[in-house]
């Protein structure tokens, strides 16, 4: 059983930065591909990004693409969504999850991952 913890989040100005970290406890995650999501408050929690299990390969919701960037730490068990350019629309709950099977692979629906965070709020004012 795995337990993953999100922090990091916080309330930002549009423009401005954040980095979430995501560490796990209770089992490596070494070989697993690792995603972030979001949901805001009346909306369906979406994928944001996702990165495979030696960080080679990374993917990312369109919405996101060139402002984030996943990565991993295998030394800390540790995954990261680095937030640039943050818009008052990234406003969210933000969860980190792990996939169900391991390999090498990108996932994008929530079925795919099987372990969840707890969540971290990003509010980001205009």
């Known amino acids: 059983q795995v337990q993953l913890v999100e922090s990091g989040g916080g309330l930002v100005q549009a423009g401005g930065s954040l980095r979430l970290s995501c560490t796990a406890s209770?089992?490596?995650?070494?070989?697993?591909?690792m995603g972030w999501f979001r949901q805001a408050p009346g909306k369906e929690r979406e994928f944001v990004a996702c990165i495979n299990w030696n960080g080679a390969n990374t993917s990312y919701a369109d919405s996101v693409q060139s402002r984030f960037t996943i990565s991993r730490d295998h030394a800390k068990n540790t995954v990261y969504l680095e937030m640039n350019s943050l818009k008052p629309e990234d406003t969210a709950v933000y969860y980190c999850?792990?996939?169900?099977?391991?390999?090498?692979?990108?996932?994008?629906?929530?079925?795919?991952?099987?372990?969840w965070g707890q969540g971290t709020q990003v509010t980001v004012s205009s």
């Open positions: 209770g089992r490596t995650l070494h070989v697993y591909s």
């Open positions: 999850a792990k996939s169900r099977l391991y390999g090498n692979a990108l996932y994008r629906a929530i079925g795919d991952f099987d372990s």
